[in-house]
């Protein structure tokens, strides 16, 4: 069974930056979702946040990383789930890129979510991570947000968010 993607929303940050990208009103006529993201901080600081139907909490997640020099996997349940943004510290003009797949968004169960990352940067410590994250919520998903944390998103970073059908 094909699947197919249909664009739902797109932003891109202008001018000044934003402090987030929200996508609102997400209709529930869909099976997934794929929100893909390539952002910088305008700053110095290099994470952010991804909120659901407005809450940051009740996350859990395995995920397995590379540095470039070095490997990890690691565990945990927290309350605010991060992500990687590049920062003016990086190579000139480079986006961390990500991709979040969201299967059953629609429906009652907790919500199991795919998440891939990279931090591209011309020097050492250019990362990869591949997240498996569970947010433990029933709720149908109808918002996402990125948020950055300290600073804004930098211009010309920018957010897509598809829906996907069974065909």
Do not use: C
């Not at 997400?26 to 909120?51: C, E, H, M, Q």
């Not at 789930?81 to 920062?87: D, E, H, K």
């Not at 300290?150 to 069974?166: D, E, H, I, R």
């Amino acid at each position: 069974m094909a699947n197919t993607y249909e664009l739902i929303a797109s932003s891109t940050v202008g001018s000044g930056g934003a402090a987030s990208i929200d996508f609102t009103s997400i209709p529930s006529t869909y099976t997934d979702l794929v929100v893909k993201f390539s952002v910088r901080n305008s700053a110095g600081a290099t994470w952010g946040t991804l909120t659901l139907n407005g809450s940051s909490s009740n996350w859990s997640l395995k995920n397995l990383y590379g540095d470039g020099s070095s490997t990890g996997s690691q565990s945990q349940t927290v309350n605010t789930f991060t992500v990687m943004q590049n920062n003016t510290g990086d190579t000139a003009n480079t986006f961390t890129n990500s991709e979040f797949y969201i299967p059953n968004y629609a429906g009652s169960n907790y919500k199991s979510i795919s998440y891939e990352q990279t931090r591209e940067n011309n020097a050492t410590a250019a990362y990869i991570y591949l997240h498996a994250l569970l947010w433990s919520d029933t709720a149908a998903i109808n918002q996402v947000t990125l948020n950055a944390i300290t600073n804004n998103f930098a211009q010309y970073s920018t957010a897509y968010l598809y829906g996907v059908k069974s065909s």
